[in-house]
């Protein structure tokens, strides 16, 4: 069984192994082939129009579901590997270990951006951005810059307290939990810690940084916190809402799973606490 860590209590060893999957999914292409596809939900997901990955209820069991394939594609290369995931409550600066140079590297230079150290950084040969928002082929951060700061737990703990999942017009104007975790709307969670890491993660091309998997993992570890908190609330919109993905409608691009397949997350992962 996948058990999903938190990225602070990781082993050396497990940090080189997530590290060499990821080379080698960015080795065989695949890797890039899960950028392209949210980059084109990002670009086509409007909150008048029909919305599947962002800005609408589905934006939790999409990602879900997405993870679930990346890690699937992970451990196609080491079995061993699970996700982890990062709490940016508690690992809110720049110091914290995840960026440290035998993990995901750190912020980059006030230039342009470019990150140069750790296994990312476009000089070591293994990271070149192929699915590009222009020209430039190295990746970028610049964590916190312009002082912007990562939620605090008790933005969080404001997030977790709302007991509806989510609420008409199903979009980014939306009241209840969905949105105000995703970020359109009130403290911003989700949305404000693309944004604290800049470069590639806040643009539609963000899985390019490899902390995306990171940052939404946590995301969705928080999803199943609510769920624990509310027992008696669950995913909405239950049926028949133009546009937007219904709790048994399937999802593109995989068309085999809806929201309701996807409310259990122990089916197929746990976490550590
Ligand atoms: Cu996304």
Redesign the pocket.
Known sequence: MTVRKNQSALTTDEKRRFVTALMELKRNGRYDEFVTT?NA??VSDTDDGERT??RSPSFLPW?RRFLLEFERALQSVDASVALPYWDWTVDRSPRASLWAPDFLGGTGRDRDGRVSDGPFAAAGGNWQINVRVDGRTFLRRSLGAGGRQLPTAAEVESVLSMPTYDMAPWNSASDGFRNHLEGWRGVNLHNRVHVWVGGHMATGA?PNDPVFWLH?AYIDKLWAEWQRRHPGSGYLPAAGTPNVIDLNETMRPWHDTSPADLLDHTAHYTFDA
């Open positions: 949210h939900f990002i990955g962002h990602h963000s939404h």
